[in-house]
């Protein structure tokens, strides 16, 4: 399984109407594959849309967006509010839950984005791996993949929760446990974060 994750930075003001517009759309690029999640920047960079598709592997992904290039009513209409688009291609970790279906997790997401040195990834998610049933204990891991092509050496891990205070709360709970955050400081080159609002037609909200 592979996820493309696609940003879109648009124009000041656009994110209302181009949601509306992929809304619309999205029944018709569905008859080849299933959305997996969308969502609006609110804090952080703004004025993005980011959405995720689930893939078995690089050749499907080319068979259905050959075959969804096709449809007359997809891509939505842009109605000239994109600025800038960025594609990536994740692979899920082990312990992350697969994306799909009716996930009703949270109002807001929290988007983690970790760089770490070339060559350590494995290492990595080692150390996520034995860490993340501890940080659990609080509230479920969305997402949890790294990249494959791209951007590359990233980590991105998606945590849900009701609203700010909920984040806040929980993070200062996870923060006391000794057994989290995972010991990878040592490794690491960047961390970005971003507070996401789901779309109402996506299927994680």
Not at 106 to 135: D, F, S
Not at 155 to 170: A, Q
Request: glycine share 8%.
């Amino acid at each position: 399984m592979i996820y493309e994750v696609r940003t879109y930075t648009l124009k000041p003001g656009g994110v209302p109407q181009f949601e509306k517009n992929f809304g619309e759309a999205l029944p018709h690029r569905e008859k080849y594959s299933k959305l997996g999640a969308f969502w609006h920047t609110d804090i952080g960079p703004l004025n993005q849309v980011i959405h995720v598709w689930p893939y078995e592997n690089l050749g499907e992904r080319e068979e259905i967006r050959a075959e969804a290039a096709k449809d007359p009513n997809w891509p939505p209409k842009s109605d000239g509010l994109i600025l800038n688009m960025e594609s990536e291609i994740f692979t899920p970790a082990e312990f992350m839950r697969p994306l799909g279906g009716d996930q009703a997790l949270g109002n807001i997401y929290e988007m983690r984005i970790y760089t770490y040195q070339p060559g350590t990834m494995g290492e990595v998610l080692k150390r996520w791996a034995a860490a993340i049933p501890h940080r659990e204990e609080y509230s479920p891991l969305a997402v949890g993949m790294s990249s494959e092509l791209g951007g590359l050496n990233k980590w991105m891990h998606v945590w849900p929760y009701k609203d700010l205070e909920d984040r806040n709360k929980i993070r200062a709970e996870a923060s006391a446990n000794p057994n989290w955050p995972p010991p990878t400081r040592e490794f690491l080159v960047r961390q970005e974060n971003k507070i996401c609002v789901p779309a109402s037609f996506s299927p994680m909200h």
